[in-house]
Structures are given as structure tokens and as C-alpha cells.
């Protein structure tokens, strides 16, 4: 059972580009977390998705970010117009239930660079 | 509101127990956790307890809470260069809405011969 994937692992984008940042979840799992860490932070959380439902985003700034999980196919996070104060690490996490420990598996991260 | 605090770092040498300590001020978390990052890397998670057990036993690593003082600590025994990592705690609060993770700052462990 492959885990948490992201990709690009890394993604360089100058000023004013657009970001699309990708997760495909460990197989079973239809809870995907976006956390976003700052350099020398820790991880903020930034939405929570079911499969083509947005549940909480309420950590994701309002304007130039979205993100979506369709039926088919992986969860997008979106940055448009990119600036400096976005490059950070992007993580994704999967899980199979809210319930219980509803433990999280996290992928390795998408490390984004504005320049 | 939720907030999660640790020390930024510690320094250990190879052989003796590491102690990294944690505070949170949600009383209702649900669970608490502990994740290893490597550099580089994601999070690993390494162990977690549930809010009305006191200490969690699992090999090398010990847990301990604290909820009245809302105080989490993981021992790790015998520490070896391959633990030298960023350690993180967090809490969550499982409701509709999810299983939302709040992460402490993280504290950098290092572990020197």
C-alpha cells in the first residue's frame, strides 16, 4: 500500500504565477488534510476535504487559494498570483476516518519557492 | 483558543534519555501526538495518547500527560544519532468538522557522540 503522495516535491514559481500543488491519498482514505509550514514554524492547518466536499477551511486564507478533491483523481491545492510570503512547505495528509485515534498520514511535502 | 508550545531545542548526547516537553491549552483536546521530521522530509508519526491515560509505553519512547496542568512529554530512551530530528507535538479535536491537528513549534533534537 503505497503512502501519502505529493508532488511536485519541488515547485519554483515567480511573482504573480499560479501554483497547483497535488496529493493523492494513501488508498481507502477519503479525508485529506492541506498544513502549510513556514520556514523555522510549524505546521498550520489549512482545510480538511471529503471526496468533492470542502468541510473546514477555515485556516486557508480567503483570496488566491482553493483546493478540491473531485471524484476521480487527486487533491489540488491552488495558489494563484503567487507572492514571496508563499514559499513555504505544503503537506498533505490522508486518513480513513474521523473517528477514533483518526490518525493522519502525511506525504513528504511539496517545498514551494517564490521568486 | 489553541495554541501548542515547545522548547526550540535540545542537546543530548548518544546513550542517555531525551526529554522534549510540550503545553497545550485546549482542555477538550481529544487526542495528543507525537511526530519525528526528519529533514527534508514529512511528518512520521511516532506515537499518540488518548486524553484520560496518564503515560503510553511503546519501546523506547515513553508519553506522559499531564491534563491538569496540560503538560505532554515524550522520553525517548537511549537516544541514537538516527533520533537527531525535529520533534513536534500536537492535539486535535475530533468534531464535524474533522480531526483538525494543532502542531507546537517543533523542538530540534540533537544527539552528539
Known amino acids: 500500500n503505497a503512502g501519502v503522495m505529493q508532488n511536485p516535491r519541488h515547485l519554483v514559481r515567480r511573482r504573480g504565477q499560479e501554483a497547483r500543488l497535488r496529493c493523492s491519498p494513501m488508498?481507502?482514505?477519503?479525508?485529506v488534510y492541506w498544513y502549510r509550514q513556514l520556514p523555522e514554524e510549524g505546521l498550520k492547518f489549512m482545510v480538511y476535504?471529503?471526496?468533492?466536499?470542502?468541510?473546514?477551511e477555515s485556516g486557508m486564507p480567503k483570496e488566491r487559494f482553493s483546493a478540491e478533491f473531485p471524484k476521480e483523481g487527486p487533491s489540488i491545492l491552488r495558489i494563484q498570483q503567487v507572492v514571496r510570503g508563499d514559499s513555504a512547505a505544503y503537506f498533505c495528509?490522508?486518513?480513513?476516518?474521523?473517528?477514533?485515534?483518526?490518525?493522519?498520514?502525511f506525504g513528504p511535502g511539496t517545498r514551494l519557492t517564490v521568486t | 483558543g489553541e495554541d501548542v508550545e515547545q522548547s526550540l531545542f535540545l542537546s543530548v548526547r548518544e546513550g542517555d534519555s531525551s526529554v522534549i516537553n510540550c503545553t497545550y491549552t485546549?482542555?477538550?483536546?481529544?487526542?495528543l501526538y507525537w511526530y519525528k521530521q526528519e529533514p527534508g522530509a514529512g511528518l512520521q508519526l511516532l506515537t499518540y495518547?488518548?486524553?484520560?491515560?496518564d503515560m503510553k509505553q511503546d519501546q523506547r519512547l515513553t508519553v506522559l500527560l499531564n491534563k491538569k496542568d496540560k503538560h505532554l512529554s515524550l522520553r525517548i530512551a537511549d537516544t541514537q544519532t538516527g533520533d537527531s530530528a525535529i520533534y513536534f507535538c500536537a492535539e486535535s479535536r475530533i468534531t464535524g468538522g474533522g480531526n483538525k491537528l494543532t502542531f507546537g513549534t517543533g523542538t530540534q533534537l540533537k544527539v552528539e557522540l
Open positions: 476535504l471529503q471526496k468533492e466536499n470542502i468541510i473546514d
Open positions: 488508498k481507502g482514505h477519503s479525508h
Open positions: 495518547i488518548f486524553s484520560n491515560m
Open positions: 485546549d482542555s477538550s483536546s481529544t487526542y
Open positions: 495528509a490522508s486518513s480513513p476516518t474521523i473517528q477514533g485515534v483518526g490518525e493522519q498520514y
